[in-house]
């Protein structure tokens, strides 16, 4: 088995693509935020058919399903299987997840979509990979102002900000390493 782990792909199809190539993965796990912002969400689409991709909800997937516009950019089955991504894939040891976990109990829909820091509300928020202490490695994305997130064995955030025009970066979990693809551009610049 070679499971891989691919932090928000946001449309960046060249680059996802590459990944695959040089990693060879049995099974792809992508960390949400899959389509918008970048040039290529049909592409993406068939390489996650292509290759029977799973995946978490991000919070850019979600709000792609409440915007009527940007809807259109996809076909109606890519919006159907978006609707019905989890908010977590869990392994024996290890748990996606795209924003974050509640790292003191249940983690509501909410938190896992959107969460960056924890308490999400209040005014004594720290990084909640920051008090996570778990024994399942949690990977998550959502987090491209803070690039890649090693703190490993507990936690690994893989966005890396492709779409900015950085790099995509993905985790193959049996050989314990870590791939990045740069981006061929800026695609949404900050």
Known sequence: MRTLFVGDVHGCCDELEALLKITEPTRIILLGDIFTKGPYPVE?????QEHHIEAV???????????KKKKRMLPKEARKW????PIFIQGPTWIAVHGGINPNGPT???EAIYMRKWPM?????RFWWKRYQGEKLILYGHDAKRQLQDHRPHTLGLD????????????L???DRLYEIPAK????PI
């Open 160 to 171: 890396s900000g492709c779409v900015y025009g950085f790099c995509l970066t993905g985790y």
């Open 121 to 125: 509300t209040g005014k004594k928020k």
């Open 173 to 175: 979990l049996e050989e």
């Open 57 to 67: 909800c991000g919070n850019h997937d979600e709000l792609l399903l409440m915007k």
């Open 44 to 48: 993406v689409w068939e390489v996650i």
């Open 185 to 188: 551009e800026a695609y949404c």
């Open 82 to 85: 978006i609707q019905h991504l």
């Open 108 to 110: 509501l829909k909410k």
